[in-house]
């Protein structure tokens, strides 16, 4: 890893130690029904979303918009994936409209179905969702851009139906080959979820959402364009309320031109994960597999085709 990659990355390893330093413990937070990840993408589920500063495919407008001007691999995203916790099947496609270093934007389409939700000592509630996704970015200077996302999501529990939506917006900076950064603030409009107590139904959580994650690339080779080792690193917090913190990495590796190993950790207030991953790449075709195993998420499996335009 060369000496400016080596550099740069100081300031992050610090601002992620401030980040959980200050952090205090919080009380757990009420199962809510959403389904992980949401539009990613199998490569960034696999290194556990910690890639908001990486902007290898379309797909990154969900974790930083601003990083859709620098897409390394500009392309059509079809992703499948399997809620183990609901056996619910989810169906996304991510299209960039727009692909440039002054000006981008992509847009997105999900659907979900097939869902139930099982509260214990109740009956199976079947669960669908869809929604749009829309983002755009525009460079202030060439090595440095902001983006704009906004999005919603319906669902439909039994007979009920439920609308949130939320936005976000995101800073990518890149100062030299192998080396960048990303900052995002995302804030949700409220949370649906089921309840089997006494007020049995289906609850709207009212209070804005809010975080901000701020997270770093590194590659090596540094000026590769096919880089054989990538590791990224975040930090993420949420407020207000109930205080909440996570931070994030994900490795991934070539052992050889066309298959990537991935992992991926998250340790926060509330949970303590891994997932894991392969891709395979055959340009123009990319395929992205991710598994997410631990019960202290949603579990699920899931495949990502990426086709270059």
């Known amino acids: 890893m060369n000496v400016n990659c080596t550099r740069h990355i100081a300031p992050l390893c610090i601002l992620c130690v401030v980040f959980v330093w200050t952090a205090p413990l919080a009380a757990q937070v009420p199962f809510a029904y959403t389904n992980r990840p949401q539009g990613n993408g199998m490569r960034n589920a696999a290194l556990a979303d910690a890639t908001g500063s990486d902007p290898s495919d379309v797909t990154g407008m969900y974790l930083n ?13 079809l992703t499948h994936v399997v809620d183990r916790t609901t056996s619910a099947q989810i169906e996304h496609v991510v299209l960039p409209l727009l692909h440039g270093r002054s000006f981008a934007m992509a847009v997105a389409g999900m659907y979900s179905h097939g869902g139930e939700l099982r509260p214990e000592g109740d009956l199976a509630v079947a669960v669908k ?17 902001v983006g704009a996302f906004a999005g919603g999501r319906q669902v439909q529990f039994a007979s009920t139906t439920k609308t949130n939506g939320w936005g976000q917006v995101g800073m990518f900076y890149y100062p030299s080959p192998g080396i960048s950064y990303g900052w995002a603030y995302r804030v949700s409009s409220g949370v649906s979820y089921w309840s089997a107590n ?20 590194m590659t ?28 994030k990495g994900g490795l991934e590796v070539y052992p050889v031109s066309f298959i990537a190993l991935r992992v991926g950790f998250k340790a926060g207030t509330v949970e303590r994960i891994a997932r894991y991953g392969v891709g395979l790449r055959f340009d123009p075709v990319r395929l992205d597999l991710a598994v997410g195993a631990s019960r202290s998420e949603d579990r699920f499996a899931g495949i990502s085709l990426s086709v270059s335009l």
């Open 129 to 145: 969702e869809y929604g749009v996704d829309i983002a755009t970015s525009m460079a202030l200077t060439p090595t440095l851009s």
């Open 65 to 77: 918009p601003g990083c859709i001007n620098f897409l390394l691999n500009p392309s059509v995203v």
């Open 198 to 217: 006494a007020q049995r139904g289906v609850i709207n959580e009212p209070t804005l959402s809010q975080n901000l994650e701020i997270s770093a690339t």
């Open 220 to 247: 090596y080779p540094s000026r590769s364009s096919a880089p054989i080792v990538t590791l990224s690193l975040a930090s993420e917090k949420y407020f207000p309320g109930v205080s909440l913190f996570s931070t």
